[in-house]
């Protein structure tokens, strides 16, 4: 069975760090593009950050451009999201997703990804 597993969430203070891990099974992650989607109250799922299966090609949202760093670990199956300067905008329920359509890219689309994790919640609050 295919799983993704979202952890690390939590609250954190504007200005604070956070890292997201998203653990996989049942596939071998490094044929997957692996995306990282969020969504907020009220607010349409949207592309935060992803990487692909082959080549370390990556891509971020405009949104997080020199905050956010993704980072793949093959030896543990799991994909990281480290999250810095954070702001409250940045609260929502932040999901993995696995897109093996083509490997060596990675697209933050979520329609290009078949398998999803049940997502962990970041607040960012003072």
């Known amino acids: 069975q295919v799983q993704l597993v979202e952890s690390g969430g939590g609250l954190v203070q504007p200005g604070g760090s956070l890292r997201l891990s998203c653990a996989a099974s049942g596939f071998t992650l490094d044929y997957y593009a692996i995306g990282w989607f969020r969504q907020a109250p009220g607010k349409e799922r949207e592309g935060v950050s992803c990487v692909s299966g082959r080549g370390g090609s990556t891509n971020y949202a405009d949104s997080v451009k020199g905050r956010f760093t993704i980072s793949r670990d093959n030896a543990k199956n799991t994909v990281y999201l480290q999250m810095s300067s954070l702001k409250p905008e940045d609260t929502a329920v932040y999901y993995c997703?696995?897109?093996?359509?083509?490997?060596?890219?990675?697209?933050?689309?979520?329609?290009?990804?078949?398998?999803w994790g049940q997502g962990t919640q970041v607040t960012v609050s003072a």
């Open positions: 997703a696995a897109g093996g359509l083509n490997p060596w890219a990675c697209p933050l689309l979520g329609d290009e990804y078949t398998d």
